[in-house]
């Protein structure tokens, strides 16, 4: 175990399991290691773990945003959204990285969806970046399934008992994104004033979209 | 049914239908060597040296006991290290012998006085 915390400011915010301090000069050490190790047998290229760190960064729920409010004002390309979502979100110049195929959930008034990955913490990154450490951790991922209403009011959302719920289990290879209800009154806005209201936890299906009186756009 | 019988149907990733804790908003930024990490799971799959099935059960073959106690990127590494060993890309003395390296290089005027 390595001494690197000795000089570390000490640290005064909680320490959950996603990330602590206790060993992480020894993991961080082990990180340098393999990533060297991997470039000097160049298995790896020396530039490409930064050039992805930037892919990485360049990508946010704003995206996401982008696609939801375009699909809300052209029943053409939400179609071919909800046929093919990686295509779709291709067709705005959002590329994907990976070999993940993406299936996008409409929310209905009889149909609201949840995403979640039971197994890890597979997530639709290329549109919305990296998950929240909430949706990697034991308790959404192991109650999700099977109380999703429970879950969901602790995020403060009531679904009615007449709507149907249906939660999709991520994999490796095939993401989810919810496409969530329009909010109502938002006929006038323009596509950029509707992306305002998408959260990122409104594409997971924890949230509906915001109601533009709680944001009233300009 | 066998105590044990659920050891065998249910690897420690699995725990979907598990009761649990109610959810707790939590976020935090990545550390730089979380992103980095993330950075090198991406760049190890688009060499196809391990792709994201790999990593997985890699995650899951370090065994309840570490997936408990180590955060989520220190599992990532850890279960990276160990693909490649198995791949025999890299061996273990390679890796103690870099990350001895880096360590004297990250603290040049300590001796490894706790090692």
Same mark, same amino acid.
């Given at each position: 175990?390595?001494?690197?915390?000795?000089?570390?400011?000490?640290?005064?915010?909680?320490?959950?399991?996603?990330?602590?301090?206790?060993?992480?000069?020894?993991?961080?050490?082990?990180?340098?290691?393999?990533?060297?190790?991997?470039?000097?047998?160049?298995?790896?290229?020396?530039?490409?773990?930064?050039?992805?760190?930037?892919?990485?960064?360049?990508?946010?729920?704003?995206?996401?945003?982008?696609?939801?409010?375009?699909?809300?004002?052209?029943?053409?390309?939400?179609?071919?959204?909800?046929?093919?979502?990686?295509?779709?979100?291709?067709?705005?110049?959002?590329?994907?990285?990976?070999?993940?195929?993406?299936?996008?959930?409409?929310?209905?008034?009889?149909?609201?969806?949840?995403?979640?990955?039971?197994?890890?913490?597979?997530?639709?990154?290329?549109?919305?970046?990296?998950?929240?450490?909430?949706?990697?951790?034991?308790?959404?991922? =192991?109650?999700?399934?099977?109380?999703?209403?429970?879950?969901?009011?602790?995020?403060?959302?009531?679904?009615?008992?007449?709507?149907?719920?249906?939660?999709?289990?991520?994999?490796?290879?095939?993401?989810?994104?919810?496409?969530?209800?329009?909010?109502?009154?938002?006929?006038?806005?323009?596509?950029?004033?509707?992306?305002?209201?998408?959260?990122?936890?409104?594409?997971?299906?924890?949230?509906? =979209?915001?109601?533009?009186?709680?944001?009233?756009?300009? | 049914?066998?105590?044990?019988?659920?050891?065998?149907?249910?690897?420690?990733?699995?725990?979907?239908?598990?009761?649990?804790?109610?959810?707790?908003?939590?976020?935090?930024?990545?550390?730089?060597?979380?992103?980095?990490?993330?950075?090198? =799971?991406?760049?190890?799959?688009?060499?196809?040296?391990?792709?994201?099935?790999?990593?997985?059960?890699?995650?899951?073959?370090?065994?309840?006991?570490?997936?408990?106690?180590?955060?989520?990127?220190?599992?990532?590494?850890? =279960?990276?290290?160990?693909?490649?060993?198995?791949?025999?890309?890299?061996?273990?003395?390679?890796?103690?012998?870099?990350?001895?390296?880096?360590?004297?290089?990250?603290?040049?005027?300590?001796?490894?006085?706790?090692?």
């Amino acid at each position: 175990m390595s001494n690197r915390n000795d000089d570390k400011v000490k640290h005064d915010h909680p320490h959950d399991e996603i990330s602590h301090n206790a060993s992480l000069g020894y993991y961080e050490i082990m990180e340098t290691a393999v990533r060297e190790l991997l470039i000097e047998r160049q298995l790896i290229g020396p530039g490409e773990i930064r050039r992805q760190i930037e892919v990485l960064d360049s990508r946010n729920p704003a995206l996401g945003a982008k696609v939801v409010a375009h699909a809300w004002l052209h029943p053409d390309f939400k179609a071919r959204l909800l046929k093919n979502g990686r295509s779709g979100c291709e067709e705005l110049g959002i590329s994907f990285y990976d070999d993940t195929q993406l299936i996008v959930l409409e929310n209905t008034p009889k149909v609201h969806n949840l995403i979640v990955c039971t197994l890890c913490s597979c997530y639709p990154r290329p549109v919305l970046g990296l998950p929240p450490d909430w949706y990697k951790l034991k308790p959404f991922r =192991a109650r999700a399934i099977y109380e999703p209403r429970a879950v969901l009011a602790e995020f403060g959302t009531i679904i009615p008992d007449d709507v149907e719920i249906r939660v999709s289990d991520s994999t490796a290879v095939i993401r989810y994104l919810v496409l969530p209800m329009r909010p109502a009154g938002t006929e006038k806005f323009t596509e950029e004033q509707l992306a305002s209201l998408v959260t990122r936890d409104s594409m997971i299906g924890v949230i509906p =979209a915001n109601n533009p009186s709680e944001t009233s756009p300009k | 049914m066998s105590q044990t019988e659920d050891l065998m149907k249910r690897l420690p990733n699995d725990i979907g239908g598990f009761p649990a804790d109610p959810v707790v908003q939590v976020e935090h930024e990545l550390e730089p060597w979380e992103k980095r990490c993330h950075a090198l =799971a991406d760049v190890l799959d688009f060499h196809k040296i391990i792709n994201t099935e790999e990593k997985r059960r890699g995650v899951e073959a370090l065994g309840s006991e570490m997936i408990g106690k180590l955060t989520y990127y220190e599992r990532w590494i850890a =279960a990276f290290a160990n693909i490649l060993f198995q791949k025999g890309i890299l061996t273990p003395s390679d890796l103690a012998v870099k990350m001895d390296e880096v360590r004297s290089r990250e603290r040049p005027n300590t001796e490894s006085k706790n090692a």
